[in-house]
């Protein structure tokens, strides 16, 4: 499928409902490897529930879900193999408060993976020396600031090695002067050439670094495109109004 296509994620109309609520209506998206994507829309529009489908942090109804040629569907043994290529990081961090810095990092290396814990240590630091945070190692998350927790949490999903991170309002959390550092980490991972989702409303870094922005309303994708064209002629009057309010 990946060869084929050339396409790390595929969503195919895909719908999901929470009870009687349609929280995703036939969801289109294809994402090719090492494209940057940022998704943006009014609170409640679907967009947290779209990119825990992807992981299956949450689960679709209708329609079809392949991350990396792997389709997404009951079969526990997929969606192992589907985290352990999709990084995932949150709003508000989630990180283990009673696990040091470092012991966050290498927990999934070593049990998911088996990694041996000096190799995991190892990886462990080289990731926190590029959220630049070594010198945080030892220390549990209570005793850092958001921004450094957050960029633990980078570097706790990039020990795992992904193909694809997925980010939900990462920096929406964090008080204005520690938002810059978390984006400097992720336009360094963007330009790396990691694929990326990511659920923001920091229009700067979409501008910067998105190759495509996606708009949802109520469950649908009402509008995509490249950056210069979405924030210079959206077509929608709901992206309209969407972005009158942010900009
Ligand atoms: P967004 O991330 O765009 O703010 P969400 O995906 O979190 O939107 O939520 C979309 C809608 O689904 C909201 O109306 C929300 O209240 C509802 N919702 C989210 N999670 C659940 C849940 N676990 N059970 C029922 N409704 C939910
Ligand atoms: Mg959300």
Redesign the pocket.
């Known amino acids: 499928m990946t060869q084929e296509t050339g396409n790390i994620i595929t969503l195919k109309n895909v719908n999901k409902w ?2 009687e ?1 349609h ?1 995703l209506k036939d969801i289109n998206l294809d994402v090719k490897m090492g494209e940057k994507i940022v998704i943006c ?10 990119i ?1 489908c992807i992981n299956h942090l949450e689960e679709h109804q209708e329609g079809d879900i392949i991350v990396d040629g792997v389709i997404l569907n009951n079969d526990l043994k997929n969606i192992g193999q589907i985290r352990k290529e999709v990084g995932m990081v949150f709003q508000h961090f989630n990180l283990f408060p009673h696990l040091t810095v470092l012991q966050n990092c290498t927990l999934a290396p070593i049990w998911v993976k088996k990694m041996p814990q000096k190799e995991a240590e190892k990886i462990a630091m080289k990731f926190l020396e590029r959220v630049k945070i070594p010198d945080q190692a030892n220390k549990f998350p209570g005793q850092l600031s958001g921004g450094q927790q957050q960029r633990v949490a980078i570097a706790r999903s990039l020990c795992m090695n992904p193909r694809v991170m997925l980010f ?1 309002e990462p920096t929406s959390a964090l008080d204005p002067e520690m938002i810059k550092e978390v984006l400097d980490v992720m336009v360094e991972l963007a330009g790396e050439g990691m694929t990326m989702l990511c ?1 923001t409303h920091e229009m700067g870094f979409a501008k910067k670094v998105a190759d495509r922005v996606i708009f ?1 309303d109520a ?1 649908q994708i009402i509008e995509e495109n490249d950056p210069e064209s979405f924030f210079n002629n959206p077509q929608s009057e709901r992206t309209k109004l969407f972005l009158s309010q942010v900009l």
């Open positions: 929470y009870g609520f929280v829309g009014p609170s409640g529009s679907g967009k947290s529930t779209m825990r939900d659920v949802m469950g």
